[in-house]
C-alpha cells in the first residue's frame, strides 16, 4: 500500500536522537587561522590548493588568479605532526585524524581517518557571497541563485541537517563562482550529514561525518574539483568519476543482461487501481442483482448470505443503501451505492469464500493460495451464486483486467509499464497479466521491505506485515532505542535480517502473479542507518550493500527492478525509479494538507480511485516556483545517468496530478526524455485515457531512440532560461519553448507557445504543441 511521504520526516529531519550531535559540531567552526608552518600547497592543472593543516580550511588560486576561499575552518587550530607533502596527522582535545592529501586529475582528493568515533563538520563552503549560482542534485537538479530569498527560505526549511544520501540524489554539489565552478564529490556518503545554512543572507551547504564504531578505520573522502563556469559541470565530473570506479551500469549492459529492460523504452509508467476482485461495472443488471442479494441474505447456504455474515456494520449499511435504490420505483441503482456494495463485497469474500492454504508466509502472505483461490472457488462461488448477472468471470476487475489492457491496446500503446499497488490484485487477474504481457507491457506489482508491523497493530499495510521475528528486527540506534517505522508505525526493518524473508516472498509473488518486473519502495530512496543490535551490528554501508542485494536478487529471477528515488549508490541495480524527475514536497506546504484549501491534493478515499492520486489540483505558485519551475531545473541526473536508469516522477505527483503544471510538465519529459507516470482505473479510462495516448504518440519514438543514450548535453538559450534545449547521444535535439507566447530561437526559427521541436538526425523536426496534444481525442 502507498503512503504519503509527508505523513513522517523520512525525507529531511533525522530522528533527534542523530540530529542533536550534528548540530553541536557544526557549532565548531572558527575564524580562519594561519597553521604554523604554513599550508599545504599542491599543483593542479587549473591553478594550486593551499589547505592549511591545523584548520583543514582549503583555498584554490588559479594560475595568476587570486586566491580564493573554499572551505572554512572546520575547528580551532590543532596540533600538526607526521607532515609531508601528502599527508600529516591533526589532534586536537581527544581527537585524532590522519589525513592523506593528493592531485588527482583536476581534483584535490581528501582523504580523514580517525582514530576514534568522533564528528568532523568539514567541509563548510566559505564565503558565499562570492557565489552566484548552486546546481544542486535535489532529486532531478535545481540551479538556484544564490541571493534569492525565497529559495533561501526553502532551503534552510527544507535541507535542515539530516543524511547525504537521503538530501541528495547524487553526492555532489556545484557552485559557481566568477570565471569558474568548484563541484564537491563526497566520494564516501554514508554516515555523512549534509544541510543548507544561513549566512549573510546566502544559503551555505555544509557536511559533518561522523566517524562510527561500526565502521572503524573508515576513511572519508571528498573531492574538491575546479572546472568551467558551467553548471552541468558536477554532473559530468560525478559521471567520469563512476565509470573510472566501476560504480557505472549502462542500460545497454542491462539489457544484454535481461533482454525486458529494453521494453522500459517509450513506456509510460501506470499505476493501476482496483481493490478486489470485481468493481461496480462485473454487475450486468444491477437491480435483479442487489434484489437477489437482499431475498437470499439470511440464507446462510448462499453466497449472498454468507456475506451479509461476514460484512461489518459499514459494509451491512453499504448492502441497505443498495437495497433502497433497487426497492424504488425505477430500482435504479446509484452509482455510489454501486461502488460501495462492490467495496462490501470484495472486504467480504475473503471470509464468505474459504481459501486453501498453499505456502503461507510469515505476516499472513500465501500467493499461490490468492491465485487458486480467484480462479477456483471464488469464480465458482459468484458464478454459482448470481450467474449471468455478472459479466465473465475472465474479465473482473477495475484495475488491472483484461478490460484495461484491452483499451489500452485500443488506445495505441504500444509500450507500458504496468504496476499494481497492491499485488493481490495480480494474483486475482491472471488472465489480465498474461494479456498485458502479450501486449508487450511489462508487468509489476508494488512491495517494500522497509516498515514491519506486529500483527494486531491497528491501521497496518500488507507489505509492512512480515511475521512477529520481523516486526520485532528494527534497527537499533546508539542510544539502544528502536528506530521507528514510516508513518511512526512499527519499525523499520533491517535490511540483513530481513533478507531471507524477503528473497522467498519476492519469489513467491512474482512466480504466482508471472510479474515480469517488481517495484521495491523505500530502497533507492537513499534512506540508510547504522544498526547496534548486538549479534547484528551493521554500519550505514553494510545496510546499503543488504539494500543492493534485495535489489539485485529481485533482478536475478528475471524481474524489470525499479524503486523509489533512484539515488545513484543503488543505479546499478535498478532500471527504473519513481521520484527522481519529481521528489516529495508536499509536507513543506501546509495548504495541501488543509481541506479547507483550494491546493488541498487529497486523502486515500475511495479506495478504487484515491483523491490523492486521482484528483487534479493546482499548485500554489509560490511552491511551483522551487518544485515546477523549469527557469530553475536541471537535468544533472540525466547528464550522469540518463543511459543508466528510466527516471520519472514520484507516483503521488503524477503527470496529470497538478492541472495548472500539464503543459510544463508534458515539454520537462520531453526536453529530458523521462516518461511520464499515471493512475487509472475503471472510472477514470474515459477521462484520462485519450490524453495518455495522444502524448504518448509524440514521446514514446523520442524516448524509444534515446533512453539508451547518455544526455551529453544541455542548453539555457534565452536570458529568462524559458528556451531550452538538450541534446543526446545520437545527435537528437529537444528544443523547448515553456513560454506561454511564441518565441524565437537563436538562428531565426519561431516555436510556438509551450512547445517542443524535436530533431533526430537524418529526419525533419517535429514541433510537438502541448495545447494541441491534450486537446486532441484518442484515435
Aim: aromatic share 10%; proline share 9%.
Amino acid at each position: 500500500m502507498m503512503f504519503d511521504a509527508s505523513m513522517v520526516g523520512r525525507w529531511v529531519v533525522p530522528p533527534a536522537w542523530r540530529l542533536a550531535p550534528v548540530l553541536a559540531v557544526l557549532a565548531l567552526a572558527g575564524p580562519a587561522m594561519a597553521a604554523q608552518d604554513g599550508p599545504v600547497v599542491l599543483a593542479a592543472p587549473a591553478g594550486e590548493f593551499r589547505i592549511d593543516p591545523a584548520t583543514l580550511a582549503v583555498s584554490f588560486r588559479s594560475a595568476g588568479g587570486d586566491e580564493t576561499a573554499l572551505a572554512v575552518p572546520a575547528m580551532d587550530p590543532g596540533q600538526v605532526t607526521d607532515r609531508t607533502s601528502r599527508g600529516w596527522h591533526l589532534a586536537m582535545g581527544g581527537d585524532a585524524f590522519t589525513i592523506e592529501v593528493m592531485i588527482d586529475g583536476e581534483a584535490l582528493r581528501v582523504s580523514i581517518r580517525s582514530a576514534r568515533p568522533t564528528t568532523l563538520p568539514w567541509p563548510q563552503t566559505a564565503d558565499p557571497v562570492a557565489i552566484t549560482t548552486y546546481a544542486m542534485p535535489f532529486g532531478e537538479g535545481s540551479s538556484i541563485p544564490a541571493d534569492d530569498p525565497a529559495w533561501l527560505a526553502w532551503l534552510t526549511r527544507r535541507y535542515e541537517p539530516a543524511s547525504l544520501t537521503e538530501q541528495l540524489s547524487m553526492p555532489f554539489w556545484t557552485e559557481l563562482r566568477t570565471g569558474r565552478s568548484i563541484t564537491w564529490l563526497v566520494e564516501t556518503p554514508f554516515n555523512t550529514w549534509f544541510a543548507v545554512v544561513e549566512d549573510a543572507g546566502r544559503a551555505r551547504p555544509v557536511l559533518a561525518h561522523e566517524f562510527t564504531r561500526l565502521a572503524p578505520g573508515a576513511p572519508y573522502v571528498v573531492r574538491i574539483v575546479p572546472g568551467p563556469a558551467d553548471p552541468l559541470a558536477g554532473a559530468r565530473v560525478y559521471r567520469t568519476w563512476l565509470q573510472a570506479s566501476g560504480g557505472f551500469v549502462s542500460l545497454t549492459e542491462k539489457i544484454a543482461a535481461l533482454p525486458d529492460v529494453a521494453r522500459l523504452g517509450g513506456a509510460p509508467h501506470i499505476y493501476l487501481w482496483g481493490k478486489g476482485p470485481l468493481k461496480p461495472e462485473d454487475v450486468l443488471q444491477w437491480r435483479a442483482f442487489v434484489r437477489l442479494v437482499q431475498q437470499k441474505k439470511g440464507d446462510s447456504g448462499h453466497l449472498a448470505g454468507r456475506l451479509w455474515q461476514a460484512s461489518d456494520a459499514e459494509g451491512r449499511q453499504a448492502f441497505e443503501d443498495a437495497f433502497k435504490d433497487a426497492a424504488g420505483a425505477g430500482g435504479f441503482v446509484s452509482a455510489y451505492s454501486q461502488a460501495a456494495l462492490i467495496r462490501a463485497i470484495n472486504d467480504a469474500l475473503r471470509q464468505a469464500v474459504p481459501m486453501a492454504p498453499v505456502d503461507p508466509l510469515p505476516g499472513g502472505h500465501d500467493p499461490a493460495a490468492e491465485v487458486a483461490w480467484a480462479v477456483g472457488p471464488l469464480r465458482n462461488a459468484l458464478t454459482e451464486a448470481f450467474g449471468p448477472l455478472l459479466a465473465p468471470p475472465e474479465r473482473w476487475g477495475g484495475g488491472l483486467s483484461l478490460d484495461t489492457v484491452a483499451a489500452l491496446q485500443q488506445a495505441g500503446l504500444a509500450r507500458a509499464w504496468l504496476g499494481v499497488e497492491d499485488w493481490r490484485d495480480a494474483l486475482w487477474h491472471p488472465q489480465a497479466v498474461a494479456a498485458a504481457k502479450a501486449a508487450g507491457y511489462l508487468v509489476g506489482a508494488y512491495d517494500s521491505y522497509g516498515s514491519a508491523h506486529p500483527p494486531d497493530l491497528p491501521e497496518t499495510w500488507p507489505t509492512a506485515q512480515m511475521g512477529v521475528d520481523l516486526a520485532a528486527a528494527g534497527y537499533v540506534d546508539k542510544s539502544g532505542r528502536a528506530v521507528t517505522g514510516f508513518a511512526g508505525r512499527g519499525v523499520y526493518a533491517s535490511a540483513v535480517a530481513a533478507e531471507p524473508y524477503a528473497k522467498r516472498r519476492i519469489a513467491a509473488v512474482a512466480k504466482a502473479a508471472g510479474l515480469d518486473s517488481l517495484f521495491l519502495d523505500v530502497d533507492t530512496t537513499g534512506l540508510v542507518f547504522d544498526d547496534y543490535t548486538p549479534g547484528r551490528e551493521t554500519s550505514e554501508a553494510q545496510d546499503a550493500e543488504a539494500r543492493r542485494r534485495r535489489l539485485a536478487y529481485a533482478a536475478s529471477l528475471g524481474l524489470v527492478v525499479g524503486s523509489e528515488g533512484g539515488s545513484a549508490l543503488f543505479a546499478p541495480q535498478i532500471a527504473f525509479a519513481h521520484g527522481m524527475t519529481t521528489q516529495p514536497f508536499a509536507w513543506m506546504a501546509p495548504e495541501m494538507r488543509d481541506k479547507g484549501s483550494p491546493y488541498y491534493r487529497g486523502n486515500y478515499w475511495p479506495p478504487e480511485t484515491p483523491s490523492l492520486y486521482f484528483d487534479p489540483v493546482k499548485l500554489k505558485p509560490e511552491i511551483a516556483r522551487v518544485v515546477a519551475d523549469p527557469r530553475f531545473r536541471l537535468p544533472l541526473y540525466e547528464i550522469a545517468l540518463h543511459d543508466s536508469v528510466v527516471t520519472t516522477h514520484h507516483w503521488e505527483y503524477g503527470s496529470l496530478k497538478f492541472s495548472d503544471q500539464r503543459e510544463t510538465t508534458a515539454l520537462l519529459q520531453l526536453l529530458y526524455a523521462v516518461p511520464p507516470i499515471y493512475h487509472l482505473n475503471a472510472a477514470v479510462l474515459d477521462r484520462d485515457l485519450p490524453v495518455i495516448a495522444a502524448y504518448d504518440r509524440v514521446f514514446r519514438p523520442l524516448h524509444e531512440r534515446v533512453f539508451t543514450l547518455p544526455m551529453t548535453d544541455f542548453a539555457v538559450l534565452s536570458p529568462d532560461r524559458l528556451l531550452q534545449r538538450s541534446t543526446f547521444g545520437d545527435g537528437t535535439t529537444v528544443t523547448v519553448n515553456f513560454d506561454t507566447k511564441h518565441r524565437a530561437l537563436p538562428g531565426g526559427v519561431t516555436l510556438p507557445a509551450q512547445s517542443a521541436q524535436v530533431a533526430a538526425p537524418g529526419q525533419e523536426p517535429q514541433v510537438v504543441e502541448t495545447g494541441k496534444v491534450f486537446a486532441r481525442p484518442a484515435k
